[in-house]
């Protein structure tokens, strides 16, 4: 994947994959957390993999995500300032654009 790609070329970068879940009780979770595992065989992907059981509604409001349907790919530092952000299917425009911001960054 691309971001793999960009994390093996640069040192400082750290890609985590985040899916959010609507927050649930306790029986819940443990029941999503085992088909996780068992739905992603990779150990390495399963590290990088962080579900999020949150006020979905709240979340998107949040981070101004106002849908579901896409995928969004963020590029923040460690104090969540973003850089970048992109929505829905690849394109060679955004891994472009996401390229460029990452080199000026790791030049800084």
């Keep these: 994947t691309l971001?793999?790609?960009?994390?093996?070329?640069?040192?400082?970068?750290v890609y985590y994959e985040l899916p959010t879940i609507q927050s649930r009780n306790t029986?819940?979770?443990?029941?999503?957390?085992?088909?996780?595992?068992?739905?992603?065989?990779n150990p390495k992907t399963r590290e990088r993999t962080i579900t999020l059981?949150?006020?979905k509604?709240?979340?998107?409001?949040?981070l101004e995500m106002p849908d579901e349907e896409?995928?969004?790919v963020l590029l923040v530092?460690?104090?969540?300032?973003?850089?970048?952000?992109?929505r829905g299917p690849y394109s060679r425009e955004g891994e472009s654009a996401l390229r460029q911001i990452v080199?000026?960054?790791k030049s800084k």
């Design 27 to 41: 029986f819940y979770k443990m029941f999503i957390n085992e088909g996780m595992r068992a739905g992603i065989p």
């Design 77 to 86: 530092n460690r104090k969540g300032k973003e850089f970048f952000r992109t």
């Design 103 to 105: 080199g000026k960054l």
């Design 53 to 55: 059981y949150l006020d």
């Design 57 to 62: 509604k709240d979340f998107r409001v949040a």
């Design 3 to 13: 971001a793999k790609e960009l994390e093996e070329q640069f040192d400082s970068l």
């Design 70 to 72: 896409h995928i969004y």
